[in-house]
């Protein structure tokens, strides 16, 4: 409850005056609320396109303070983190609110790991694509077909059945990405195994054969581990958002991350590792890096800086920080410590930061900028860097579903409009149409 109250006055079309008075909320870190939610009775909406600033639920996960790049996961800071914990550690944290002792821990990698596997009938779907289809293609048909083969567990309201389904997914996306990845290149998929963890089981899916089944570097295994935990959650990202309005509808949860994946894919989201990639491969040499940071700032041309800016953070992105320390682990243990492209990015990135475009509008580096070199260093396709981070983010995307199904005060998803089409009108008659 809360005695602090907001007044809106405002006056209506015929210059009536009005005031209405609104409860103020605080929660435990950022931003005060005003809760609007009862603005309609006063006949007028409020319109915040892209909710710049608008708190669409209340939560419990992810914490983001934008001004000083901090992330938080259940309190713990993001850096400490990638540090003190694996990813397994990771998914039970966001999932069940506190880090695991050893014996929970051991129980829920044995549950992942016994649910690693697909049902075989969900192996014929691959053939049903092109082998040139976008692995982002196959990754939202066949999570969103998992509904067609888990009846067993799709009673929302049972918890039981929503835990099962947490692990189902969480268990499945590095084989179903694995898969997609094996299809394309058109060799056989790679079963996961019992003594592998987690990331080592991605990896061993990934680049394994029947006839070389050597385990994956430790050190590609570590930074892959580091990576899924970078991406894990991160408040009510746009494909967040999206995974909870399909869950406020009460649809399975396979359907509800299978939304959420397709949203993830735009390039002004999960999309922009894939396009970061490429923009650093189009720019090829340092002497162009003048050219493009000129078209990012230029209103009439529609290219941006991938990997740069963010809409929360007005600061370093922190998991960028750690990817680009991540990227240059990674090329040492590759061998290439000297790729042009992290050269290219760093002097892209000093450049920008020293423009004062990027500084005004305080557009820094984000989670992509760094990830597409560290993941094309390790041999994975650029078309895969996307399937990686809905990989990653199925943790958080289902805990965010949990949270939500599991609050009682849990709404419809159903925004308002302002309405600018035609006022109503008869149709005419067909010869004047
Ligand atoms: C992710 O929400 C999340 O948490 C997402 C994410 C997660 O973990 O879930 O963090 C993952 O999506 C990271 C962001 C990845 N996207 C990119 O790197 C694509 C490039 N970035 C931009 O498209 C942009 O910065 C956004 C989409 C990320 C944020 O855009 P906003 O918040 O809508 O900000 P905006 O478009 O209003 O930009 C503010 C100003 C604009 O100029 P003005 O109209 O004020 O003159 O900054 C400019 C923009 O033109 N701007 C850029 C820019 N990003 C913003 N100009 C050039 N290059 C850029 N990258």
Known sequence: MTDRK???TFKDKQHNSYSASF???????GY???????????????????????AACKSSITYIDGGKGTLL?????IDQLVEKADFTDIGYLLLHGEL??????SDFLGLILDHMNLHEQMSCFFSGFRRDAHPMAIMVGVVGAMSAFYHDSLDIKNPDHRNLCAIRLIAKMPTIAAM???YSIGEPFMHPRHDMGYAENFLHMMFGTPYDESAPDPVLVRAMDRIFTLHADHEQNASTTTVRAAGSTGANPFACISAGIGALWGPAHGGANEACLRMLMEI????NIPEFIARAKDKNDPFRLMGFGHRVYKNYDPRATVMRRTCHEVLDAVGRHDDPLIKLAMSLEKIALEDDYFIEKKLYPNVDFYSGITLNAMGIPTSMFTVIFALARTTGWISQWTEMVQ?????????RQLYIGKDKRDVPPAEEW
Do not use: C, M, W
């Open 6 to 8: 907001a007044t809106l």
């Open 407 to 415: 609050d009682p005060n849990a709404h419809l998803v159903r925004p």
């Open 180 to 182: 997609s990845h094996k």
């Open 23 to 29: 409860p103020i909320y605080s929660g435990t870190l």
């Open 32 to 54: 005060d609320v005003i809760d609007v939610s009862s603005l309609g009775k006063e006949g007028i909406y409020t319109i915040d396109a892209g909710f710049h600033a608008t």
């Open 284 to 287: 090829g040499d340092e002497k």
């Open 73 to 77: 996961y259940r309190g713990y800071p």
């Open 100 to 105: 695991p002792n050893k014996t929970q821990k």
